[in-house]
Structures are given as C-alpha cells and as structure tokens.
C-alpha cells in the first residue's frame, strides 16, 4: 500500500528544473512544427502537460520513497532498484501515454493520435523516468552512505569515551591510595605534619574529583593543582624536593587531560632518591610549539617499588583517544623529560560531551 508523504527538496528541484524541458518535448511530439507557430499551444497545451506531468511526478515520488522503506539498506539496494524499475517500466512508462488518448479523445486543439506519437511517447516517458529514477537512487545511496559513516563514527566516538572515562576512573582511587600512605607513615612519623598534610589533602582532592570528571583541563587550572599538590610533597618530604614553574600566560586557556601534571609529578617521586642534600628537582615550562616539558633530574631507587604503569600509561593512551600527536618520554641518562602538547580546540571538550551524552543516552 502506498504511503503518502511529502516530497524531498531535490525531487522538487529536479522536477521544476526538468519539466519545463518535458512538457516542451512533449508538445513537439504532439503538434510538430505548429508549436512555434500557434500561441494557443503555448496558453492550453502547455499547463496542461505541466500539470499531467506533476502528477506522473508525485506518484513517482510515492513509488520511489516505498521502495526505500521496504528496502531502507545499501545492501537491498538490488531489490529497491529492480522494484523501482518493474514499477517504471510497467506502470509510469505508459502511463505518460494517457496524455496522448486524452489529448486524441478530446480532439485538443485538433490532435489526432498516430502510432508514431506513441513509440515516441513510450521513449520519451521512459527516459524521463530514468533520468529521476537514477538521479534519486543515486542520492539515497549517498545519504545512506553518510549515515553509515555518521553512525559509525558516533559508535567510535562512544567507545573512545567510554575507554577515556575508564582511565579517568584509574586516577582518584590510584591518588587516593598513595596520599593515604604518606598519610600513615606521618602519623607515626610527626603527628604535626601529619594534620597539616591530611588538611591539604581535603583541599586538592576536593579540587581533583570536580576537575577530573572533565577529562581535559586547561593548563592555568592544572598549574594551580599542582602547586596545591606540590604542597602536599613539601609537608612530606621538606627540601628533598624542588619544584620550578615557568609557563606562558598565553597558554593559560590551551587544553591537556585532566591531572597529567600530578601524574608525571608523583611519578618523578617515586622513581627517584629525595634528599636534602641531592634534592629531586622537578621543572614545568611552556615552549614555542605550544608545548609544556615536565623534566626531573634523574637519581634512580636502587630498590624500585611496586608499580602499575598508571601515570606514562594513562597519560599516553588519553593523547591517543584525543587524536592528539606529540607526546615524547625522553631520557638521557641525567635528567627524564616529557614533552605534552597543548590543545587548542574550542569543539575538543563539546565533541567529548556529546560522546559522553550520547553514551548515557544508550
């Protein structure tokens, strides 16, 4: 059963462009010559075909548009197109030459029908049915081509959402679980400290749940947590750790993923020997490039303790799922570098949300 709908702007468009050329092949057909010498071709014969042809037009349009909702895939594309053409051939081809028998039967403005007004009536219906008929199939391919694609990419981007929020996920409780050790061995070690540090602890971890739920920061937020963090460091570990910062104002709004700077920093730590004497010195700068270095001068454990890879690791897989080129882990026996690049991108965190919503939605 046909289901009446309306018609696309192309159809419109393809109808109005082509018509005008239809209904003038058609009146030659029909009066030969006399259509440039007789006005009155012009004035009756003329809207007529035009409005004969709207409505060939529109129950092409119904035809065609069931056929895509009967055969909606790219591949039933065979199926739609042979019922598209079973459909031209023996119903739309010759009901063009209604036009003739009408025109014969009511003797308008003295036509008499002939067989050859048939054959080329018969031609040319079926070209003018081709000529839609391949021009409409041809961009519903196309559209449903791009909703594949769209649709894809819409499933790509919820699955790299979903694998970003599982490292965002790594990050509190991994934080969370070290902070709660240099907490313990202070208590036992200087209850004073120990206060101040569980004080400072309230404060960054606050800040780290709100920032972390974004997955991209920008690097003025991420400076100030880590200066936070950094004092964290100090109740603990006193001169045995330096911290130097040297970064551009005019990378303030430039993005990176979420607590990169306290991974790298927590890192640097637990890697290396602190001392008074032989200080761990951790220095964050911005660079030509729109880069930012986190660089330690390196004087490795002897005894290296447990690790889970959560910092490089999740640092590195986060640039992946971003698309972002140009992190580097360099190290030259003397000092361990890692270069971040900074994202400039207003779309960056919206693409990233509507992953996020459309993930929820699901």
């Given amino acids: ?35 440039f010498r ?3 071709i012009w004035l009756v014969s003329f809207p007529l075909v035009f409005v004969a042809g709207m409505i060939t037009w529109y129950i092409h349009v119904l035809y065609s548009h069931n056929a895509q909702r009967k055969y ?4 039933q594309s065979t199926k739609r197109i042979l019922l598209k053409c079973t ?14 028998f009408l025109y014969d039967r009511l003797h ?29 199939e041809a961009l519903y391919i196309m ?22 929020d599982v490292l965002k996920s790594q990050v509190n409780p991994h934080f969370l679980f070290n902070c709660f050790n240099t907490l313990s061995s202070l208590i036992t070690e200087d209850a004073a400290k120990a206060e101040v540090f569980l004080d400072e602890l309230s404060k960054v971890y606050r800040y780290l749940l709100r920032n972390n739920e974004a997955g991209l920061s920008t690097l003025e937020n991420e400076m100030k947590f880590i200066e936070s963090y950094f004092r964290l460091l100090k109740t603990r570990h006193g001169d045995a750790v330096q911290f130097q910062v040297e970064s551009d104002k ?9 607590l990169s700077l306290q991974l790298l920093v927590e890192n640097a730590v637990k890697h290396n020997v602190l001392s008074k004497n032989k200080p761990l010195v951790i220095d964050i700068f911005t660079t030509a490039g729109n880069k930012l270095i ?19 690791d999740n640092i590195k897989m986060k640039y992946r799922l971003l698309g972002q080129n140009g992190f580097h882990v360099m190290e030259d026996g003397k000092n361990f570098t890692v270069v971040l690049p900074l994202i400039w991108d207003n779309n960056i965190e919206k693409k990233w949300m509507a992953g996020q919503t459309s993930a929820a939605n699901s």
């Avoid at 909606?72 to 591949?75: D, I, L, N, Q």
């Avoid at 051939?89 to 209604?98: C, D, G, N, R």
């Avoid at 454990?301 to 690790?307: I, N």
């Fill in 294 to 312: 986190v660089n330690n001068n390196l004087q490795r454990r002897t005894k290296k303790g447990p690790s889970n890879k959560i910092g490089l």
């Fill in 38 to 40: 007789d006005y009155r």
């Fill in 108 to 136: 308008i403005l003295g036509y008499r029908l002939t067989n050859d007004d048939l054959l080329k009536g018969l031609l040319v219906g079926f070209a003018v049915n081709l000529v839609f008929s391949t021009l409409w």
């Fill in 250 to 258: 005019r990378y303030n709004h430039y993005l990176l993923p979420s």
């Fill in 143 to 164: 559209d449903k081509h791009r909703e594949s694609i769209a649709e894809k990419e819409l499933v790509s981007q919820m699955s790299l959402q979903q694998e970003f």
């Fill in 72 to 75: 909606p895939e790219v591949s």
């Fill in 1 to 35: 059963m046909i289901k009446w709908g309306k018609s696309t702007k192309i159809e419109w468009y393809s109808f109005l462009a082509s018509m005008p050329l239809i209904s003038l092949g058609l009146n030659y057909v029909l009066y030969d010559d006399r259509l």
């Fill in 87 to 100: 459909v031209n051939i023996f119903v739309m081809t010759p009901a063009i030459l209604i036009v003739f």
